[in-house]
């Protein structure tokens, strides 16, 4: 599904006003090379500051990357014009951490997913029953409750404004979604519900996921592979079960001895 060859995103920091010079370079993301299958979760984990949210942003071609190919089913995004990144864009949506953020405070739930709907679909735009209809119906989905169709951002809950922002991602039909932090800025009991739901809508959807998070435990339980990455590097690869237990990394074991236990739980 998803080809990353040694992805770099560099960025240069000037100094001066009108005659700004160069004086250092972030390697925010410094070679990069991943393969996702289709139907995986994968599972990419660090501190803040790896180059995490960069990396994501930059395979979604929100940020140029200075080196590398991405390569989305043969085709690679780092030579496409701009129009047609906006037209394959269809095909890779991205769950921001911040729901609230994310969403158009002035939109209502119909108007959200709405608008993404007919990107994919544009002869809805002349059917308002049939369009109501598959909103219904991609509410129903993402687990909102459809008399909830005319609401603003405002009146909902974390955890509901993330299922917006979960269904707004689905509307396009796409085959990759990149989720950033997805749960980090909820409750603890809401968490879970948003996990499954993902999980849920892979099995149903057959979906490709890039989940990112500086949580091992939450990536353990939803994620099939593991890349843990560290100063713009991927640092550890491999399947979960076999990270979480025998890391080979000093960075790996680390983050691992940073997961909080309870008093008497086993490690």
């Keep these: 599904m998803l080809d990353l060859k040694d992805v770099k995103t560099h960025f240069s920091i000037k100094k001066g006003f009108i005659f700004a010079k160069q004086?250092?370079?972030?390697?925010?993301?410094n070679g990069v090379s991943l393969s996702i299958a289709d139907g995986e979760i994968l599972g990419l984990v660090g501190e803040s500051g790896c180059g995490k949210s960069t990396l994501s942003r930059t395979i979604m071609q929100l940020i140029p990357s200075t080196e590398?190919?991405?390569?989305?089913?043969?085709?690679?995004?780092?030579?496409?014009?701009?129009?047609?990144?906006?037209?394959?864009?269809?095909?890779?949506?991205?769950?921001?951490?911040?729901?609230?953020?994310?969403?158009?405070?002035?939109?209502?739930?119909?108007?959200?997913?709405s608008e993404a709907i007919t990107q994919r679909h544009p002869e809805l735009k002349k059917d308002k029953t049939k369009l109501t209809e598959a909103v219904v119906a991609l509410m129903e989905r993402c687990g909102l409750n459809p008399s909830f169709i005319q609401k603003y951002p405002h009146e909902f809950s974390g955890g509901q404004r993330q299922r917006i922002a979960i269904a707004r991602a689905l509307a396009p039909e796409p085959k990759l979604i990149i989720a950033d932090e997805p749960v980090s800025a909820l409750d603890v009991?809401?968490?879970?519900?948003?996990?499954?739901?993902?999980?849920?809508?892979?099995?149903?959807?057959?979906?490709?996921?890039?989940?990112?998070?500086?949580?091992?435990?939450?990536v353990r339980y939803i994620a099939d592979n593991i890349a843990v990455m560290s100063e713009g590097?991927?640092?550890?690869?491999?399947?979960?079960?076999?990270?979480?237990?025998?890391?080979?990394?000093?960075?790996?074991?680390?983050?691992?001895?940073?997961?909080?236990?309870?008093?008497?739980?086993?490690?």
């Design 23 to 29: 004086v250092d370079t972030v390697k925010a993301v």
């Design 68 to 113: 590398g190919e991405i390569v989305l089913e043969d085709i690679n995004l780092t030579t496409l014009p701009k129009k047609e990144i906006r037209k394959r864009r269809l095909d890779f949506q991205m769950i921001f951490q911040d729901p609230f953020a994310s969403l158009n405070p002035r939109m209502t739930v119909f108007s959200t997913l």
């Design 189 to 218: 009991s809401i968490q879970s519900q948003i996990l499954n739901l993902l999980l849920d809508l892979r099995g149903d959807l057959n979906l490709t996921m890039i989940f990112i998070s500086h949580d091992l435990s939450v």
């Design 233 to 267: 590097k991927i640092v550890e690869y491999g399947d979960s079960e076999r990270v979480f237990n025998k890391p080979e990394h000093t960075y790996t074991k680390r983050l691992l001895e940073a997961i909080p236990h309870l008093k008497g739980e086993a490690q």
